[in-house]
């Protein structure tokens, strides 16, 4: 560690400690993970435990496990306990073994039950993200019951800003209140008397971020009620709990797009070996299935060999109808995710798709014609006797591509979220390669009909 000795090191840690009383918890965080696991837990020890908990519920920080693993058994087992239930949760759900069991050893019993209830949700759903400390009053109690409840129990709740009224009886919700119309009431008037709406907005647990995503959104909520079949409230979904979800979601969908499998370590963290696993799955499929093209290719060799021209455009052609597709992937992909669109609408998107893609393969193809056109006439390049035809070949082929490609690229997202897998697996890459195969064997169809009787 540097040029000095692990004594200094270990005052200048000290130091950095003292340093960071006052510091933004994510300053913190950035300075753990420039450390080992155990000069980190060096500093973390020496963190009040206030601090120390926010710091581990920070999203990113880097292998906590490791960091805790380092620790006094006894400082681990209070910081655990001080955490909030839903990073407690995620922090137990991405673990291994042996450090998971060593360190669910070190929770309460109580927190030990939270967090086996809240790992028997999905990944990803309102169950997996919910957390259990939230402020929840019963419709009997008076604003200036709960004002108080609310400064008593302020310290060990995720949020305060939201509070759920039920009913004393059934412990059905009834209400959602916010704080700022809390404490413009009248003190004496019952609580559900200042709730803006008479059903509050809440999820079942199994609700997928991208749903609670839109509703928070859609409904400008700083946190949503997680209930059961009959009305009781579990939990609540904060507002930067789904953030930090959508951006790992995001993540996981631009990794995909590139043709790679998603990684669940930042990059500078991911060994040799699982950076080749990771990606060399995807790169055996792409291609293999490229591989097609070859036999593509292969199917047109006397075609190819009696009109050589015609490759030089085959890059020009394979490039377009999987530019157009993966254009149209991504579209989709992200309307099905934020919801604009439905598995139902597949239609709708077929009829607006096949004109878009006519007309953006006519532009290029205009563009085609005009480029032979203006080499063949300025002398740079001589196509011979029917390069009007050849032109009309290359130009007639990008409509018909560019239109495939698009129509192609925005139903294979619905398809595959039909057969149950995610659509980001439609990646660029993919529908590139399926559309490069389908490509030339519409460009050698449409040169076979033009060119017929002259260079074929």
């Known amino acids: ?42 500093l973390a020890a020496r963190l009040p435990l206030e601090i120390a908990a926010e710091v581990f519920d920070h999203p990113s920080l880097d292998e906590p496990q490791d960091i805790l693993s380092a620790l006094d058994a006894s400082k681990a087992a209070s910081i655990l306990d001080a955490m909030a239930a839903d990073r407690l949760a995620d922090l137990f759900r991405d673990m291994d073994e ?73 412990r059905r919700l009834e209400r959602a209140v916010s704080l700022r119309r809390l404490i413009s009431g009248d003190l004496h008037a019952p609580v559900g008397s200042v709730a803006r709406y008479d059903t509050p907005v809440s999820v079942l647990p199994q609700t997928d971020r991208e749903e609670l995503a839109r509703l928070i959104s859609e409904h400008d909520l700083l946190a949503i009620p997680v209930v059961d079949e009959k009305g009781h409230v579990l939990g609540i979904v904060t507002v930067d709990d789904v953030i930090d979800a959508m951006v790992e979601a995001s993540t996981e969908d631009a990794h995909k797009f590139g043709g790679v499998e998603a990684l669940d370590q930042p990059y500078t963290q991911i060994g040799f070996l699982e950076m080749l696993r990771k990606r060399a799955g995807w790169l055996a499929v792409l291609f293999l299935s490229e591989m097609l093209t070859a036999s593509a290719m292969q199917h047109f060799e006397d075609e190819l060999e009696r009109a050589v021209v015609l490759t030089l455009f085959i890059p020009l052609i394979m490039s377009s109808g999987g530019n157009s597709g993966s254009q149209a992937t991504s ?126």
Request: proline fraction near 4%; charge should be negative; charged fraction near 15%.
């Open 331 to 456: 579209l989709i992909i992200r309307a099905l995710a934020l919801g604009e669109l439905r598995l139902k609408d597949w239609w709708r998107v077929a009829l607006r798709e096949l004109p878009t893609g006519a007309a953006l393969g006519s532009f290029l193809g205009l563009i085609g014609i005009a480029r032979i056109a203006v080499w063949q006439k300025a002398g740079i390049y001589d196509y011979g006797p029917y390069w009007v035809l050849i032109a009309l070949t290359v130009g007639l082929a990008l409509v018909a591509i560019v239109t495939f490609g698009s129509l192609a690229g925005s139903m294979l997202p619905f398809i595959l979220k039909r057969l149950g897998f995610d659509p980001a697996s439609a990646s660029a890459p993919f529908v590139a390669t399926l559309v490069d195969v389908s490509g030339l064997v519409i460009y050698f169809s449409v040169a076979l009909l033009v060119l017929h009787g002259t260079l074929l």
């Open 98 to 170: 042996p450090p998971r069991e060593q360190l669910l050893s070190l929770l309460t019993n109580e927190s030990r039950q939270i967090v086996a209830s809240l790992l028997t949700h999905p990944e990803g759903s309102a169950g997996s993200l919910m957390t259990t400390e939230f402020v929840s009053v019963p419709s009997t109690w008076t604003i200036s019951d709960t004002l108080k409840h609310v400064r008593e129990v302020e310290s060990a709740r995720e949020t305060i800003y939201a509070i759920y009224v039920v009913n004393p009886t059934t």
């Open 1 to 42: 560690m540097q040029d000095i000795s692990e004594h200094d090191f270990l005052n200048k840690l000290a130091r950095d400690a003292e340093e960071f009383r006052g510091r933004h918890v994510a300053d913190i965080v950035a300075k753990l993970n420039e450390l080992t696991s155990e000069a980190a837990a060096f």
